[in-house]
């Protein structure tokens, strides 16, 4: 998974400017389920699951609590409503729920089918505190697009997971389905819809299905067939628009991941938001075998879609390594309604991140220094959580306080310890090793059928690499001691320093300095948390305040845009006046806006570095 910050007044500013009885035992008939997409009333889709005949006296239906690769408790079975159980004269039978996700029938030998509707999570994601992520949710919108994250439409028998799934989709006409789901071609005479087949229950999670009007472009990358299909509401942009920035992207990372094995075909699920109130409003993608949906906001202009698209699905294709690849055994034997967690976050994102930012050095898409100033951007966004974490405990227990919010801190500190960990065994190994030969090491001994037991990664890794690996492992990832990543950057010749640079008033290039509160009535404040220019700190304003008016103008969404675009052309003798929010008080400040700069760590090359430190950083640059 990988989960996009972007600012919502960033985005505003921009977009500103512009059933038969069947009576075979269910270990041997497949779990036929159907799911009408036609017949949608209130934006809710019915759907019906028939499994074979149960021996058991009481069975339990469950709907996932949980998915891989989200790491937050979801609760899908809210999204239920309706639940009938039927036996096979077609009376509805006695059902209690016993929880928000499970449904239990007795007399479970009589049970034919159970029916319930659907909700869509991207209706509600305004409404409700823990949100879906919407790469992970459900959309339904009748005639125009349905994005059926599955694990929200279709449950599980409990204890019946390992069993086939034959799923017959009644589709509108001109919507077509894009999925990896393996499809079955009917004769053109045969009655019906869509058909698909899954050999367990987990294929049924893994493999999306995104209706929409047909939007495709397909390309090869080595040997992987790729398929790009859009949804894009006013529509702004065309799978064709995107096709080749991804192409050149995955082909680089073919080239980077070198003989690792992949997949035969994968697919790319871009769904774009309009960013209205009943849309998608969580931007990123989430990982799967063999495809990704990626959720990103349409009103984007098309270089930074790409970028967007460039850095998550990137992301995403490198899961393919992990924990798609080599994962323990908590995730191989994923429970959907009681998850175990691992401890090892620090590969599945932090590695998966890591190569996502490696190899577009390593293949040239960005060059050393845009390297080095993600790497520097990771290091200050990681101070954002808690430092003396252990990253092991922190993973273990992701699903609970206060573990939870230092979550997307995988993406951050994850990533530079993978960088850290490059860095020791690139020296230890004069060059020759680094994460990535790890990684092959490790997916060649474990793989997509083959889980390793969570608590002895690390000693299997240290015992592949050198002691100075466990030591730092000891230290700082088990461990609770921050690190010093100088101590890393001077092995490669490179050095933190101060820099004073130029910022501009309201926005450090495209990242804002202030933003909108959606929960206090879109209310303007000053970002916090982070360092403020010398604009903001000169006049004494301090992260947290809410900017309530500027030069005689109350502020709002649509005021503070005009102001912004002004501020280009501000001089340093300019005044201003602002009255803020501080803790419920007001306070004015004024004064000249001045010359906005800001000091800010970049990480740059040394002077007088040897031949072999050189010979060390292309190494682990560019392999
Ligand atoms: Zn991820």
């Not at 492992?473 to 100088?486: A, C, K, L, R, W």
């Amino acid at each position: 998974m990988k989960r996009v910050l972007l600012y919502v007044l960033a985005i505003a500013f921009l977009y500103g400017c512009g059933a038969g009885k069947n009576l075979i035992s269910i270990d041997k008939a497949p779990v036929q389920v159907f799911m009408d997409l036609v017949n949608v009333t209130n934006d809710q889709v019915k759907v019906i699951v028939n499994p074979g005949a149960f021996t058991v006296d009481q069975i339990s239906f469950r709907i996932p609590k949980t998915v891989p690769g989200t790491y937050s408790s979801d609760d899908y079975g809210q999204y239920i409503e309706g639940f009938v159980a039927y036996d096979y004269a077609g009376d509805p039978m006695e059902v209690s729920k016993l929880d928000v996700n499970t449904w239990s029938v007795s007399n479970a030998t009589k049970l034919d089918k159970v029916s319930y509707l659907v909700n869509d999570t991207f209706d509600t994601e305004n409404e409700v505190e823990d949100a879906v992520f919407s790469p992970a949710g459900t959309n339904i919108a009748q005639d125009s697009n349905f994005m059926l994250n599955l694990h929200g439409f279709v449950g599980y028998f409990e204890g019946y997971k390992e069993i086939p799934y034959r799923l017959i989709i009644e589709k509108p006409d001109g919507l077509e389905a894009a999925t990896s789901l393996n499809q079955i071609v009917l004769g053109t005479n045969i009655e019906g819809g869509d058909v698909f087949m899954a050999n367990r229950y987990f294929e049924i999670i893994d493999n999306p299905i995104f209706y929409t009007k047909p939007d495709k472009e397909t390309f090869k990358v080595g040997g992987i067939e790729v398929t790009l299909s859009v949804f894009s509401p006013n529509g702004a942009y065309r799978a064709s628009d995107l096709r080749e920035r991804m192409e050149r992207m995955m082909s680089a990372q073919k080239a980077f991941l070198g003989d690792i094995d992949a997949t035969e075909k994968y697919n790319i699920l871009l769904y774009l938001s309009t960013m209205e109130d009943t849309d998608a409003m969580g931007f990123g993608a989430l990982e799967h075998h063999t495809s990704t949906v990626v959720i990103l906001p349409e009103a984007m202009p098309k270089d930074r879609l790409e970028q967007a698209m460039v850095d998550v699905v990137s992301h995403e294709f490198f899961h393919i390594v992990t924990p798609l690849s080599v994962h323990s055994s908590e995730i191989h034997y994923f429970d959907y309604n009681d998850p175990k967690m691992s401890q090892h976050l620090w590969m599945y994102e932090g590695t998966t991140e890591y190569f996502a930012n490696l190899f577009q050095v390593h293949e040239g898409l960005i060059d050393e220094a845009e390297f080095y100033e993600r790497m520097r951007n990771k290091m200050s966004n990681a101070k954002g959580y808690d430092d003396s974490m252990s990253f092991t405990t922190m993973s273990k227990n992701v699903l609970e306080a206060p573990y939870e919010s230092n979550y997307a801190n995988v993406y951050e500190k994850g990533a530079l310890i993978n960088m850290v960990l490059d860095i020791i065994i690139r020296e230890k190994s004069n060059g020759e090793k680094g994460v990535l030969w790890l990684m092959k090491e490790l997916s060649s001994k474990y793989g997509v059928d083959a889980p390793f037991q969570d608590d002895q990664l690390i000693d299997e890794i240290v015992a592949l690499t050198y002691p100075e690996v466990g030591d730092f492992f000891n230290e700082h990832v088990i461990g609770n001691t921050p690190i010093d990543y100088n101590i890393y950057l001077e092995k490669m010749g490179l050095a933190i320093n101060k820099v004073e640079e130029q910022s501009g008033y309201f926005l450090q290039g495209e990242i804002p300095y202030i933003d909108v509160d959606q929960s206090n009535n879109d209310a303007i404040f000053v970002r916090k948390g982070i360092d403020l220019n010398s604009f903001f700190t000169s006049l004494g304003v301090q992260g947290g305040d809410i900017i309530k008016n500027i030069n005689g103008t109350a502020i709002t969404l649509e005021t503070i845009r005009p102001i912004i675009g002004q501020s280009f052309g501000w001089s340093p003798d300019t005044t201003i006046t602002m009255e803020l929010e501080r803790e419920g008080e007001v306070i004015t400040v004024e004064g000249p806006v001045g010359t906005p700069t800001i000091v800010v760590n970049k990480i740059t090359p040394m002077e007088n570095v040897s031949y072999q430190v050189k010979e060390l950083r292309n190494a682990w640059l560019k392999g």
